[in-house]
T-cell receptor
């Protein structure tokens, strides 16, 4: 079956530090890949997505590149802010007509001033 | 601009009680998903509707769980004879389409169910 593995949290950084949250996946075919963010007390929001190999999704200074050879979709940001503190979920949507998405368990990011 | 809303936001039920959780999706969204999110975990798929048709309920953990969307808009997730293991956050998400390249889900804030 499909699976998504994320690095364990919490990730604790100082403001303006570089962020990487690792995500690897297992799936057949060519799934679409997503990063969702959940701010405290709010629902999940789509942060970025990539639908085919070598695509780069980007939004709000965050980036992730769909790497089929390493089955990875790592999230990066060059300079984090306190307001980026949230839980980040990596997810995949399978190809081939199925629609059931698979989420990782989430990685908590805490950014200190 | 209304997003996905869910009610109640918090529900405490005694073991054995029935509960009903409501989801109001974004107007015009065809697809509606229910997820269960345990503490410290990602969302786990429960069931999926396309308009009023329940196309997949493979994620429902037992026959105590039942979902409906009779008019293709509002959906209700019902849990009968609640058990402590049902304690979780129940998330609803809607989407304009199901094709993978337009597959963006909009999530509600969730209902936190605690069974005592």
């Amino acid at each position: 079956g499909n699976s998504v593995t994320q690095m364990e949290g919490p990730v604790t950084l100082s403001e303006e530090a570089f962020l990487t949250i690792n995500c690897t996946y297992t799936a057949t075919g060519y799934p679409s890949l997503f990063w969702y963010v959940q701010y405290p007390g709010e629902g999940l929001q789509l942060l970025l997505k990539a639908t085919k190999a070598d695509d780069k999704g980007s939004n709000k200074g965050f980036e992730a590149t769909y790497r089929k050879e390493t089955t990875s979709f790592h999230l990066e940001k060059g300079s984090v802010q306190v307001s980026d503190s949230a839980v980040y979920f990596c997810a995949l949507s399978p190809s081939g007509g199925s629609y059931i998405p698979t989420f990782g368990r989430g990685t908590s990011l805490i950014v200190h001033p | 601009g209304a997003g996905v809303s869910q009610s109640p936001r918090y529900k405490v039920a005694k073991r054995g009680q029935d509960v009903a959780l409501r989801c109001d999706p974004i107007s015009g969204h065809v697809s509606l998903f229910w997820y269960q999110q345990a503490l410290g975990q990602g969302p786990e798929f429960l069931t999926y509707f396309q308009n009023e048709a329940q196309l997949d309920k493979s994620g429902l953990p037992s026959d105590r769980f039942f979902a409906e969307r009779p008019e293709g808009s509002v959906s209700t997730l019902k849990i009968q004879r609640t058990q402590q293991e049902d304690s979780a956050v129940y998330l609803c998400a809607s989407s304009l389409a199901v094709e993978a390249d337009t597959y963006e889900q909009y999530f509600g804030p969730g209902t936190r169910l605690t069974v005592t």
